[in-house]
């Protein structure tokens, strides 16, 4: 694919956390587009299931299995996909949920699992962030794309309080690092999800019925705005949060 509005054939994205899911259905819309794509995930088999994927359809891919929160095992990761497919023009910081992650009200929360949250959304995307923004300020283009959660903004009785405080901390980085590199060529942005799912059941359902679109949002949503996030044209678009809830939000 080249030529058209959103054309990424010149560039190289690294997708955290991209083995399965939000990030699966990124790395994906994101090659379809013609980016060469490095797929993260601290499990290396889901890594290589998404570059399978997306080899099996002809694009470029490479799976760099690491985790986000060990800035040493980043350097080494980052460093290796660009040896195989170029240096990150394109970083979407997906990684963003915690293994076992399950709701807990703040009360009932052990001190010892506070950090799991921060350690993940904030350092986790600091690292990532770090091994990559020199390389696009020097080459004076580049794209920073944070996932983060309406849970960022809004206040929720869902045991989510944690995780909510990292997304926002994240985001509050993003805007300060957009007027940093802006002068660069570097855009940084948010991309922040409302309720996501999919398959059938009656919960499915119900969640569904309270978004105004009248269905939860799909890893190919997801995909098409960060494709636009991260192209050429979005170049005038920086420092913002996009809300990508289906109407669930609408500050
Ligand atoms: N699913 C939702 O309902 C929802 C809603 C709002 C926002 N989000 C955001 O979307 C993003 C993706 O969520 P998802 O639902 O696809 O998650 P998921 O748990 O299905 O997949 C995330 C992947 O990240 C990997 N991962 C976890 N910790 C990692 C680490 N330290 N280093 C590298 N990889 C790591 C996991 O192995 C997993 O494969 C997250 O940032 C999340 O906060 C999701």
Redesign the pocket.
Known sequence: MSGGMFDLSARTALV????????AGIAVSLARQGAAVIV????AE?AEETVGRLRGAGRRAHAVA????DPDSVAVGVARGAEQLGPVDILVN??????GMRPVPFREMPRSEWSRYVD??LY?SLHCVAAVIDGMCERGWGRVVQ?????GRTGLALGVSL?GAS?SGIEGFVRHLAHEVAPSGVTANCV??????HGAGDATARLARSVPVGRLGS?DD?GAAVVYVASDEAAWLTGQTIALNGGSSTL
Request: without cysteine.
């Open positions: 955290t956390g991209a083995g399965q899911g939000v990030g993260n995930d601290l499990v889901r690491f985790d986000v929160t997906n990684a963003g949920v915690p293994a993940l959304n986790g996932i983060s959660s309406g849970a995780y997304k922040a999800l409302g309720l996501m799912g890893p997801v």
